[in-house]
C-alpha cells in the first residue's frame, strides 16, 4: 500500500491558521505514507498535474488530500485519480478548512488538530476498496404534476425533443391560474391570448398526453424508473365522442357559483370552465347535478347529439412508468379571512387580486366592468391593500409574495382604462419592482393613471351607509387616513396548495414551514430536488411572476432531457451492500430506511438447503444515508466506502 | 429642517436600553404604520405612535421623552392586537412614560395626565379604595381648572353614587408596605403629594390660557 | 355556582348600579359571590402608567386575598379590574424574574392559584345561554341595543381569551337569549376615551360622541356595556357632547347586568335606573317593558 498526502494551503484560507509545513511533515511519518507535500491551491491544473506526476513517480496506490470541504471538490479530486489510472474511490478528502482553519484562531492548536483529521484520513484510506461505478436504466417518458404555465412550457420544451410527456391536472381544463388573469404585467398582454396557443400546442403534439381531473395517487420507484399511479376522476363526458357543442350546458337546469370566477358568477352543473378550456369537453360536477341527486333531470344526455354523455363513468386507476418527474402545481390564494379587522371574510366588497381580475376580464363574471358584489353599481372610489397576509408573522407568512405590487400597480391601471372616473388609492408599504420594466411600469401607473399611493398598513375597514371606510396611515406625512371606498381589493399573498405537504410527501421530496417544496440549493439548484430524478417548475417552489415561472420551467425541462438523453444512468457506488450471509431477514434495515430503498428478497440458500428473506439494496435509490447500517445487529449491511471497518480503523487514531 | 440626526445619536444606547429593560423587539418594526392608522387618539398627538417607534430606533430618547405622544395613549390596545411584528406599542408606551416620571421629563402641554395618576395613586395609598371626592377635588385644585364638572357634582350626590367622606380600608398599613416596596424594588423615586414643578406648570399654564381668552 | 367577587372602586360608587344589578342576577339564578374581604383597588390605568411592579402588586394582593378565603375563582365585573387582575395572574404564572419582585413586595407566595373570569364569561359559557333562557321571564322584545365591548374586554387577545378580537358577540347572544335586538355596528371596540375622562375630557367627548353617533346611525335606542369607566363616559357625558357638538343624543346607556334583571323578573326599583345621567325609564316604558316606575 503506498499513500501519498497532498496538503492545501488554500491561499491563507488554511495557511493562514494552520502550519501547512508541519501537517505535511508529520503526514509523512505515518504508516504507509510513502510521500507528503504541500502545495498552494490542490484544485487549480498545477495542483492536479501534480497529483498525477507523483503517483506515476511514485507508483502511489492511494491518495489524502487535505483541503477544503469533500462536498466541493472531492469529484474533481476522484476524476484525477482516475485519470491518471487509480480507482477514483481509493481517495480521502481530509477537511481541514470548514472543520478547522476556518473555524479557529489559534494556530498551534489549529495544527494539532489539522494532523489529527490527517490521521484519521489516512486511516480511512487505508481501508478503502476500489468500486465501480453502478448503472441504472431510463425510462424515456417524462411525468408534470400540474397543468399551468409553468408545466404546459416544460412539456412544450419536452415535445420538442421528441420525448413522451404526460401532463396531470385536477382540473377540468390545462391553463392554471393564469388563464384567470385578465392581462399580465409589464406588457398589458392579455393573458388568454398568450396562454391559449401554447395550450393548444400542447394538446396537439403527438408526444404530449393531458390528463385532466386528475391527481396523483402514489409514486414508487427511483430516478429512472418511477412508477406512478393516477387517479383519473370520472368526468361522466366521454371525450372521444364528444365535440364541445355546447348543448348539453346551454339546456343545463341546475346552476352554482363559478369557482373560475371565484363565486362571482354562476356556472351551470354540466360546464366547461372557461371558453378556451383544453380539453374542450364539460365535465358534471356531481355535487350540484340534478340528476345525481334526485335522480331527476338527464337533460344533458337527451340533447347530446354525440351521446357522450355517460353518468355511470367510474374513477379510473391508470399506472405507468417514468424516468423523471417535474412537480408543476404552483400555488393558491391566501384566505384572508383571519383578518378580522378586514371583515373576516364577510363584507361582499372586500375582494381580492384574483376577484379583481376576474371583474375586468371582458370575458368575466361582470362583463369587464369594476361592480360593487354587493349591489352592482359601478365603484367609483378603490382602495388598493398590499401585504395582505405576506409580510406578516402575526396573522399570515413571514415572506413577501413577490408579485403583488405589480399586479397592485395593473389593477390600478385597469380600473383607470375601464371606468375614467374611477380613483386608486394604494396602501402600501414599500413598492417591490424589480423586473425587466417593472419599475417603469408603476412610474407610469402614478404618472398617466393618477393612482394615489398611500405608504402604510390599514388598520381597519367596516361597511357604513353603503360605503366601505377604510383607515390607513401615510407614514411619510405622518398622517393617519380615512377614505370611504366602494371597493377595496386586498392583494393576497401567495401561498402554497392546501395539500401541498401531501403531495410532497407522496413524492418523496422535503418541504418548508411554509409548505413551498424546496429546492436542491437555493442558489445554484433552484429548479431540481434534493430527490434524483424530481424536479421543481413555478411558483410551487417559491412565489415569482410569469417570466421567471417560465424561466424555471425550462430550466426544469433542460436537466430532464439532459437525463433523458442518456442510454444509462450513472450512479455513485456509495450505497449500502448486504452480506447475505450475515442478514437473518429481520427487517430493521427495512424499517429504518427512509428512502423505501430496501426490499426484502427470498433466495435460496444451498448451505441450510431451505428459502430465507434477506435484505437487499435498491441500487438506484440508496443515498447512502447509513441509517440501516446503525440499526443492524448483524452488521450485515455495510456501507460501501464508509464501512465499518473503516470507521474503527479512524476510531484507533483517536 | 426638522431634525438634524447625527450619528452618535443613532449609535446611541436608548434602543438596546428599552429593548433590554421592556421586553420588547423594537428592532423589528418595519414602519408599516398600522398602529397609527388605528390608532383613536392620534388625531391630537404631535408624533404618530409609528414615529415614535421610529425615533427609539434612530436613539431620539430627549426629542421621544418631551414629545405629548405617550402621555395620550388611552391604553386601548389596539395597535398591539394588530401589529405584524407581534411588537406590543402600548406596552412601549407605558414605559417611555415611566421613564418620563423617572428622568422628571413632563412635555408643557401635556401636564393634566402625569398629575392625575400621581394624585390617584397618593389618594389609594392614602385610602386603600379610591375616594373620588378628593381625587376629583385636589386635581380640579392642582391642575387650575376648579370648576370643572361642577354641575355634575349634585347629580352624582342625590343618586348617591359618591361619598362624601373617605372611608379607609382596613388593612392600610399592608398597602403602604407595598407602595413603599415597589417604590424600591422598582428604583422608581416617590415624590410628595404635591409634585411642584407639575403642579407649577399645570397652574401657570392654567392662567396664561385664561389670560390669553379674555384678551 | 360560588365565587369570590371583586368588585372594583367604581362599583362602589360611581357605577354602583352596575354592582347592585349584578348582586341581584346573581341572586335571581343562584350564583353565590362572596365579596373578598378587605379588597383594595387594583390600580387600574394610572399604576401601570407609574410603576410596573405596583400595578402587578396591588391585584396580586387581592387575589392573595380571595385565596385566603379558599376560593379558586375570582369574578369581576369592571373590564380594567378584570384586565389588571388576569395580566398580574399571567406574570405571576409565566415570568419567574416578575413573581419573585412581586413575591417580596407583598410579601406573600403566590403562583396564579386564583382563575379570574368577567360575570359575562360566567353567564354565557358556564350558566349556559340555554339555561338562562330557560329563566327568563319577560323578553325585552322591540328593544334595539348596540352592545358596546370598549377595549379591554378583547384584548389583549391572550391575555382575556374572552371573545373575538375584531367582532366579539357574547353580549349580543346575551341579549339576544333575553327578547333584545342587537344591531350589527362597527364600533364594537373602539375606544372610548378611557381614563381620559377627567384628564383631557375633550378627547372622551370626541371618542364618545362618535360611538353614540354611529349607534344612533344603525337604529339602535341604546348601548349596552360591560365596563363603567364606558358607561361612564357614554351616559355621564352624553349632555356635553349634545353641547359641544350640536346634538339631540337621547340614548340610555344600560349595563347587561341591568337589562338581564329585568329579563329575570327582578323588581326594576333594585336595578338602579334613576342612578344614570340619561334617564333609560322612557325607553323602557315605550317598549312595554316597565309599567310603571
Known amino acids: 500500500m503506498k499513500i501519498g498526502v497532498f496538503v492545501c494551503h488554500c491561499g491563507t484560507n488554511i495557511a493562514g491558521t494552520v502550519d501547512v509545513e508541519k501537517v505535511a511533515k508529520a503526514a509523512s511519518g505515518l504508516a504507509n505514507v510513502k510521500y507528503s507535500t504541500t502545495y498552494k491551491y490542490m484544485c487549480s491544473s498545477p495542483g492536479q498535474a501534480l497529483i498525477w506526476d507523483v503517483i506515476k513517480e511514485k507508483a502511489l496506490d492511494r491518495v489524502v488530500v487535505c483541503a477544503c470541504s469533500p462536498g466541493l471538490h472531492e469529484k474533481t479530486f476522484r476524476k484525477c485519480l482516475e485519470d491518471a489510472g487509480v480507482n477514483p474511490y481509493l481517495i480521502e478528502i481530509a477537511n481541514i478548512r470548514e472543520h478547522c482553519s476556518w473555524v479557529h484562531r489559534d494556530m498551534e492548536q489549529a495544527t494539532r488538530k489539522a494532523i489529527a483529521i490527517v490521521k484519521l484520513a489516512v486511516a480511512k484510506v487505508s481501508r478503502d476498496k476500489p468500486l465501480e461505478k453502478t448503472y441504472i436504466s431510463i425510462e424515456k417518458k417524462v411525468l408534470i404534476i400540474g397543468g399551468g404555465i409553468a408545466g404546459i412550457q416544460s412539456a412544450i420544451d419536452i415535445a420538442f425533443a421528441k420525448y413522451p410527456v404526460v401532463i396531470v391536472e385536477r382540473e377540468p381544463s390545462i391553463g392554471g391560474k393564469m388563464a384567470q388573469f385578465d392581462k399580465t404585467f409589464p406588457t398589458l398582454d392579455c393573458a388568454a391570448c398568450i396562454l391559449t396557443p401554447k395550450m393548444v400546442t400542447v394538446s396537439q403534439s403527438k408526444y404530449v398526453t393531458i390528463h385532466t381531473c386528475s391527481e396523483i395517487e402514489e409514486v414508487s420507484g427511483h430516478v429512472g424508473n418511477f412508477t406512478v399511479k393516477i387517479r383519473k376522476k370520472a368526468r361522466s363526458v366521454d371525450l372521444k365522442k364528444c365535440a364541445g357543442c355546447g348543448a348539453c350546458w346551454n339546456k343545463c337546469p341546475a346552476k352554482t357559483a363559478s369557482q373560475f370566477d371565484m363565486k362571482l358568477g354562476k356556472r351551470t352543473a354540466i360546464y366547461v370552465p372557461f371558453p378556451q378550456a383544453v380539453p374542450n369537453a364539460p365535465v358534471i360536477d356531481r355535487g350540484n347535478c340534478l340528476y345525481f341527486k334526485t335522480k331527476k333531470c338527464g337533460i344533458c344526455q337527451k340533447v347530446c347529439p354525440f351521446g357522450a354523455i355517460d353518468y355511470d363513468m367510474q374513477d379510473e386507476i391508470i399506472e405507468e412508468k417514468f424516468g423523471a418527474i417535474i412537480v408543476a402545481t404552483g400555488f393558491t390564494q391566501f384566505d384572508h379571512s383571519v383578518y378580522g379587522e378586514y371583515g373576516y371574510g364577510k363584507y361582499k366588497d372586500v375582494i381580492t387580486g384574483l376577484h379583481f381580475e376576474r371583474m375586468v376580464n371582458s370575458s368575466g363574471p361582470t362583463g369587464g366592468k369594476v361592480l360593487r358584489p354587493s349591489d352592482g353599481k359601478e365603484a367609483k372610489d378603490v382602495v388598493f391593500i398590499q401585504c395582505v397576509g405576506s409580510r406578516d408573522e402575526q396573522k399570515g407568512v413571514s415572506y413577501c409574495s413577490r408579485v403583488c405590487c405589480m399586479y397592485t400597480a395593473k389593477h390600478a391601471l385597469l380600473l383607470k382604462e375601464h371606468n375614467k372616473d374611477a380613483q386608486a388609492y394604494v396602501f402600501y408599504i414599500d413598492i417591490r419592482a424589480a423586473g425587466k420594466n417593472y419599475e417603469e411600469f408603476v412610474k407610469n401607473v402614478q404618472d398617466k393613471h393618477g393612482a394615489v399611493y398611500l405608504r402604510g398598513r390599514v388598520s381597519r375597514v367596516f361597511e357604513k351607509g353603503g360605503k366601505l371606510i377604510v383607515r390607513g396611515a401615510d407614514t411619510l406625512s405622518g398622517a393617519q387616513i380615512e377614505i370611504q371606498a366602494d371597493l377595496v381589493v386586498l392583494a393576497a399573498g401567495l401561498v402554497a396548495q392546501p395539500d401541498a405537504a401531501k403531495l410532497a410527501q407522496t413524492m418523496h421530496i422535503p418541504y418548508d414551514k411554509n409548505n413551498l417544496f424546496t429546492e436542491a440549493h437555493p442558489k445554484l439548484a433552484p429548479a431540481e430536488t434534493i430527490t434524483s430524478g424530481v424536479f421543481l417548475a413555478g411558483a410551487c417552489q417559491s412565489p415569482k411572476d410569469i417570466p421567471d415561472t417560465v424561466a424555471t420551467a425550462s430550466a426544469a425541462a433542460a436537466k430532464v432531457l439532459g437525463l433523458l438523453v442518456q442510454d444509462k444512468l450513472e450512479r455513485e457506488p456509495l450505497i449500502a451492500k448486504v452480506d447475505r450471509i450475515l442478514c437473518s431477514g429481520c427487517k430493521a434495515c427495512y424499517e429504518a430506511c427512509p428512502f423505501h430503498a430496501i426490499e426484502m428478497k427470498e433466495i435460496e440458500d444451498r448451505q441450510l438447503k431451505r428459502k430465507r428473506t434477506v435484505a437487499e439494496v435498491l441500487e438506484g435509490v440508496c443515498t447512502g444515508c447509513g441509517n440501516c447500517t446503525a440499526v443492524c445487529r448483524m452488521s450485515a449491511i455495510d456501507l460501501e466506502g464508509f464501512s465499518n471497518r473503516q470507521i474503527m480503523e479512524q476510531l484507533g487514531e483517536i | ?215 | 355556582m360560588k365565587y369570590a367577587y371583586y368588585p372594583g372602586c367604581s362599583l362602589h360608587s360611581t357605577a354602583k348600579e352596575y354592582d347592585l344589578s349584578t348582586k341581584e342576577v346573581a341572586k335571581a339564578l343562584n350564583i353565590e359571590l362572596t365579596e373578598i374581604p378587605d379588597w383594595v383597588c387594583c390600580g387600574a390605568t394610572p399604576a401601570h402608567i407609574t410603576m410596573h411592579l405596583l400595578s402587578l402588586a396591588l391585584p396580586v394582593k387581592n387575589l392573595i386575598q380571595a385565596r385566603k378565603m379558599g376560593a379558586d375563582e375570582v369574578v369581576t365585573c369592571c373590564a380594567a379590574c378584570f384586565s389588571r387582575l388576569k395580566i398580574a395572574n399571567k406574570f405571576m404564572e409565566d415570568d419567574p424574574a416578575h413573581r419573585e419582585k412581586v413575591e417580596k413586595i407583598v410579601g406573600e407566595e403566590y403562583e396564579g392559584e386564583v382563575k379570574v373570569r368577567h360575570f359575562l364569561d360566567v353567564l354565557v359559557n358556564y350558566f349556559g345561554l340555554k339555561n338562562l333562557g330557560e329563566r327568563v321571564t319577560k323578553k325585552l322584545s322591540g328593544l334595539k341595543v348596540a352592545c358596546y365591548y370598549g377595549c379591554l374586554l378583547t384584548r389583549p387577545p391572550e391575555v382575556t381569551q374572552l371573545d373575538d378580537l375584531e367582532d366579539p358577540h357574547l353580549i349580543d347572544d346575551l341579549m339576544r337569549t333575553i327578547g333584545a335586538e342587537p344591531v350589527q355596528w362597527p364600533y364594537k371596540t373602539e375606544c372610548c376615551g378611557a381614563s381620559f375622562s377627567l384628564t383631557k375630557t375633550d378627547i372622551v367627548l370626541k371618542l364618545s360622541g362618535d360611538i353614540l353617533q354611529m349607534a344612533h346611525d344603525e337604529g339602535a335606542r341604546a348601548i349596552v356595556v360591560a365596563c363603567p369607566l364606558c358607561q361612564s363616559n357614554l351616559d355621564l357625558r352624553q349632555d356635553a357632547i349634545n353641547k359641544k357638538y350640536k346634538k339631540n343624543f337621547n340614548i340610555p346607556v344600560f349595563y347587561f347586568t341591568q337589562l338581564l334583571g329585568l329579563a329575570l323578573g327582578v323588581e326594576p326599583g333594585k336595578l338602579g335606573f334613576k342612578k344614570h345621567a340619561v334617564n333609560p325609564v322612557p325607553l323602557l316604558r315605550e317598549n312595554g317593558i316597565l309599567g310603571n316606575l
Open chain 2, 1 to 215: 429642517m426638522k431634525w438634524f440626526i447625527s450619528q452618535d445619536t443613532i449609535k446611541g444606547p436608548f434602543q438596546k436600553i428599552l429593548e433590554k429593560e421592556c421586553g420588547e423587539n423594537v428592532r423589528l418594526c418595519y414602519q408599516c404604520g398600522k398602529c397609527s392608522a388605528g390608532c383613536p387618539v392620534s388625531y391630537q398627538m404631535d408624533y404618530l405612535p409609528n414615529q415614535i417607534i421610529r425615533m427609539v430606533q434612530l436613539g431620539m430618547q430627549d426629542e421621544v421623552l418631551s414629545s405629548k405622544t405617550m402621555w395620550l395613549c388611552a391604553s386601548c390596545l389596539a395597535c398591539t392586537a394588530r401589529c405584524p411584528r407581534e411588537i406590543d406599542i402600548a406596552e412601549i408606551m407605558d414605559y417611555l412614560r415611566r421613564r418620563a416620571y423617572k428622568k422628571q421629563v413632563i412635555p408643557l402641554e401635556e401636564t393634566e395626565v402625569p398629575l392625575f395618576n400621581k394624585i390617584f395613586l397618593r389618594n389609594i395609598e392614602l385610602f386603600g379604595r379610591l375616594y373620588e371626592m378628593g381625587l376629583i377635588g385636589m386635581f380640579n385644585l392642582l391642575s387650575g381648572e376648579f370648576f370643572k364638572d361642577i354641575f355634575l357634582a349634585p347629580k352624582m350626590f342625590l343618586k348617591n353614587k359618591i361619598e362624601i367622606l373617605p372611608h379607609r380600608a382596613k388593612n392600610i398599613k399592608e398597602i403602604r408596605a407595598i407602595f413603599n416596596n415597589s417604590g424600591k424594588l422598582g428604583k422608581v423615586k416617590r415624590t410628595r403629594l404635591f409634585y411642584p414643578k407639575l403642579v407649577f406648570l399645570n397652574l401657570s399654564r392654567k392662567l396664561i390660557g385664561k389670560i390669553e381668552k379674555y384678551k
